[in-house]
């Protein structure tokens, strides 16, 4: 279903409130397609010696330049390193150009969830349009899930006033979202923290930099089942089950 455009622009910037968000586990859902990147594990913290590498693998395997993505849109005080930095690293140097709820396709966005089930919830419906749009037959496909941490004074959408807070999180658009998220990340904001639009009582996190969040660890793999109409199952791994989407 296409995202139609709609109401006024959002809350002005300044009037945005915000809480400190502790969460020991935040759960985000890729798909298994995407490989691992390890530039980001193996180097040093120095961007500048990051920046070299880039350049350097890049220059001499093509096929990098395409794996590693754009580090540029990255800001070096914002990078991180270390075991799991390329999980968060490439939700920003990976942008998607059809954007997302919070972003207009011009910079990368890390989602996470504060539980696995609003994790699915989200990404499932996500995957769900995906294969709609694509007028996929019934299929199936692997994602695997990172979980890491949260510690950081965030946005708070759930404190808007409920018109504001309304047009954010429509389920059908992303109109009023788009230039919020691009104006709190310009004003210097480090992210969001917002009620799930797919999961009633879930709540997410749009962090607008890679040092925002912990760095993850691969937790567990999960299969969603696109029936032809909708995404009607999911599959976890890691205790060999079915599970009906609700």
């Known amino acids: 279903m296409p995202l139609v455009p709609r109401g006024p622009d959002p809350v002005a910037p300044e009037a945005v409130p915000s809480r400190q968000v502790e969460w020991q586990k935040a759960w985000r859902i890729i798909a298994s397609r995407y490989p691992p990147i390890d530039l980001f594990e193996r180097v040093s913290s120095d961007p500048a010696v990051q920046d070299a590498l880039t350049a350097l693998e890049q220059a001499t395997n093509p096929r990098l330049r395409d794996e590693i993505g754009e580090i540029r849109l990255v800001p070096p005080h914002r990078r991180v ?5 390329s999980w968060v690293m490439a939700a920003f140097t990976h942008v998607n150009p059809r954007g997302s709820r919070f972003s207009d396709g011009t910079f990368g966005i890390y989602y996470a969830a504060e539980t696995l089930s609003t994790a699915v919830a ?3 419906h996500h995957f769900g349009r995906f294969a709609a749009d694509a007028h996929d037959p019934r299929r199936r496909e692997d994602f695997r899930v990172l979980v890491g941490t949260v510690s950081r004074r965030l946005d708070d959408v759930a404190a808007m006033p409920p018109p ?9 658009s992303y109109d009023a979202s788009r230039p919020f998220g691009r104006a709190r990340r310009d004003a210097g904001s480090d992210g969001l923290v917002y009620p799930s639009v797919r999961a009633p ?20 793999h999960l299969q969603y089942e696109w029936d032809g109409t909708r995404v009607s199952r999911w599959f976890d791994y890691s205790c060999d089950r079915w599970f009906n989407m609700v």
């Open 122 to 124: 989200e990404t499932a």
């Open 81 to 85: 390193s270390g075991p799991g930095a």
């Open 164 to 172: 504001e807070r309304a047009r954010l999180l429509d389920p059908e």
């Open 201 to 220: 009582g879930g709540e997410c996190i749009a962090a607008f930099w890679p040092n925002v969040v912990g760095l993850p660890i691969q937790e567990r």
